[in-house]
């Protein structure tokens, strides 16, 4: 038996993958472990068992025999240490896979986020125009920063690992922005971690549970 | 011979111990681990030799016999599995702690470094005071969820672990905002980690490098 995950009853990208699930499912899809999901409406989000689960009420968790989660690089992380194949097994190379696990969430999501929030919620403010060409800047900022880094390599450090699966996910967000398309080394990196068997598999089975909610 | 960590050649803050390289030095003196600093210039974090430790070209970064590494979270997390002290040594105590970890920096940073940033560098803009009430309101919503796991308890999980050291680092970037004071679970929480031994020898060496700075 297998953890089961929460995840959105109804995709609130229509499919697309881009919420903090699809990081989970593509994990558990590179190391081979079956899974269950649980699908929450936004009002569960924010009920007294979701919370005991998820103090800040999002998703994903994580509910498997060993622990309960919380937090998209966590529970990838808990994966990635209880399967072979997500994280190199000595130092330095097991630190520095890590190191950017870190990275694509504390230091390269925040701006693609915040620039998404804006889009959502900012639209009918005065600034809106002038403030989404600082963000577009920011973001811009550290795609040239990893582009520079990765230079003509495949992945982050030799082999795929956690650290490009977070990477990867953290940047399919800016799809359709341009940004992202603008920085080749950095679209075709996006289009190697798409192309992985698991991450197809992840990606039909998100599409595949929002499709379900639609015909429901 | 221990590791040695970058840090600002003067701190931005003047002493008050905000930047990244404060959770790295608290976790050091957790662990008893001696360390070295090397002070970088604004300057210098943008130059090839730093960009190869940092590809974002940010403080802290560690060198250590065992790895080279960036990301405070990571660094801290580094420590944490070289030292007894900072994190659980079984699952699931072990995992919830790393969980924290991820927390702190990709869920309860982003909103208050995007208050920070938006009052160093928007200032002169039309929609500052309008925005700034939008972004106290996100950090509030965060701080009442945090209160509301914390409850009574003095750490987030049993023992004090990494991930109330994380923690504990970014919600002190709320000092003096009035948002911290104004939910005193979390004054108390704050105060309880800077009453520790570890933080008060990391605070005051950042404090004698910043003063040792301004008199040269």
Same mark, same amino acid.
């Given at each position: ?88 097994? %000595?130092? +330095? /190379?097991?630190? @520095? &896979?890590?190191?950017?696990?870190? $990275? !694509?969430?504390?230091?390269? *999501? ?84 798409? %192309?992985? +068997? /698991?991450?197809? @598999? &992840?990606?039909?089975?998100?599409? $595949? !549970?929002?499709?379900?909610? *639609?015909?429901?």
């Amino acid at each position: 038996m297998g953890p089961v995950i929460t995840v959105f009853a109804r995709s609130p990208d229509r499919g697309r993958g881009l919420a903090r699930d699809m990081a989970v499912r593509w994990a558990l899809e590179e190391v081979g472990q079956p899974y269950a999901t649980r699908g929450l409406s936004f009002a569960q989000l924010r009920e007294p068992a979701h919370l005991a689960l998820h103090p800040f009420g999002q998703i994903p968790t994580y509910e498997g025999e060993d622990a309960a989660l919380f937090e998209s690089g966590a529970i990838v992380f808990h994966i990635a240490t209880r399967h072979a194949g997500l994280l190199p097994v %000595a130092d +330095p /190379a097991r630190a @520095r &896979a890590i190191a950017w696990m870190f $990275a !694509a969430q504390a230091t390269v *999501e925040p701006p693609i986020v915040e620039r998404s929030m804006a889009l959502l919620t900012e639209r009918d403010r005065s600034w809106h125009a002038e403030r989404l060409v600082l963000l577009a800047d920011r973001v811009r900022k550290r795609l040239g920063e990893l582009a520079q880094w990765l230079g003509g390599r495949d992945w982050l450090e030799g082999d795929f690992s956690a650290g490009d699966l977070l990477m990867v996910a953290v940047l399919r967000r800016l799809h359709g922005s341009g940004l992202l398309e603008a920085v080749p080394p950095l679209a075709g990196y996006v289009a190697r971690g798409e %192309a992985r +068997p /698991a991450f197809v @598999r &992840a990606f039909e089975a998100q599409r $595949a !549970a929002f499709e379900a909610a *639609e015909r429901s």
